[in-house]
């Protein structure tokens, strides 16, 4: 009967996902030799052979390929346990990884986060921004803050608000239309496919002449200062454009049929876990004084 090691087993995934021993160190972290003597010692105590060494890389053999399913169902395991146990932590300390989208984290986060901290000194707040879902059940981050109307079936959170949306331009250019029809105007910024399934981009996309749309990103971050630097009209989420300097409102109800929700979300596991339920009634109670 083999006694099998974890960490060797974790070495052994790391290498066939990798498909080669340096790219694995990096991933892990260790020295490329460590790799190669440990998957060596493996083989050599089991006697067993795991990977085929061709001049083109590593591949499994059977016997491989029969381990790394397995191993694979550990690792599994072994996230669900690490899942479970953190849930029991109660203690309002330790890090707490917060992922949230740019424009949040650009415009009404960070004074409730400053006021979080100040409150609960003991929690590191790790954050991390992207127009990304991340996924929670992989533990790459522990509360998310996102807009959108279906989060995953896995997760479990709050519905904070609805998000509004309205076009918006640079203090000069909302001088020159002045009441007029914003539609009419021919400089226009818009979202690039990375948000093709927004409902406003579509809008643009299906409303708004192709010859009149001079700049496109995939961050509503970056379109709105494109429309501070006076490049067009954009579409943006009224909590952005509402409270940024130097952007005017315009009068238009070109967007009101559109809204998203806005979600604090976490992983059932972490339910009980005592910062990331302070964390979750405390910006909860913050986002929903504002107006969205």
């Known amino acids: 009967m083999h006694n099998w090691d974890w ?3 974790r070495l052994i995934l790391a290498v066939a996902e990798h ?5 694995a160190a990096r991933h892990l972290n260790v020295n490329h030799t460590t790799v190669l003597r440990r998957v060596n010692t493996f083989e050599h105590s089991h006697g067993l052979r795991i990977f085929n060494r061709l001049a083109t890389g590593y591949t499994l053999t059977d016997a491989g390929a029969e381990l790394l399913r397995t191993a694979e169902i550990m690792r599994g395991a072994v996230s669900d346990l690490s899942l479970r146990l953190e ?8 890090t707490l990884r917060i992922t949230t989208c740019d424009t949040i984290m650009g415009s009404i986060l960070p004074e409730i986060l400053e006021k979080f901290s100040t409150l609960h000194a003991k929690i590191i707040v790790e954050l991390s921004t992207g127009n990304f879902v991340t996924d929670l059940a992989q533990r790459q981050a522990d509360v998310a803050i996102r807009t959108g109307d279906n989060p995953m079936e896995s997760l479990i959170g709050r519905h904070l608000a609805d998000v509004r949306f309205a076009l918006y331009a640079g203090d000069e250019i909302a001088r020159l239309i002045d009441g007029n029809n914003p539609l009419t105007f021919n400089k226009w910024i818009s979202p690039d496919l990375t948000f093709s399934q927004m409902a406003v981009t579509k809008w643009v996309q299906s409303t708004i002449p192709a010859s009149s749309i001079i700049f496109k990103a995939n961050s509503l971050i ?11 009209i954009v579409p ?4 952005l454009g509402d409270n940024t300097p130097g952007l005017t409102r315009l009068r238009s109800d070109a967007l009101d049929q559109f809204t998203t929700g806005l979600w604090i979300l ?3 596991d972490l339910r009980h876990t005592a910062r990331v339920r302070e964390f979750i009634s405390f910006v ?9």
Do not use: C, N, V
Request: aromatic residues 6%; glycine residues 10%.
């Open 7 to 9: 960490d060797d087993l």
């Open 19 to 23: 498909e080669s021993f340096a790219a």
């Open 87 to 94: 849930g029991r932590d109660l203690k309002l300390e330790g």
């Open 222 to 232: 970056s379109l709105r200062q494109a429309a501070i630097a006076g490049m067009g």
């Open 236 to 239: 943006l989420p009224r909590y």
């Open 266 to 268: 976490t992983h059932r």
């Open 284 to 292: 909860s109670d913050e986002l929903r004084r504002l107006s969205f």
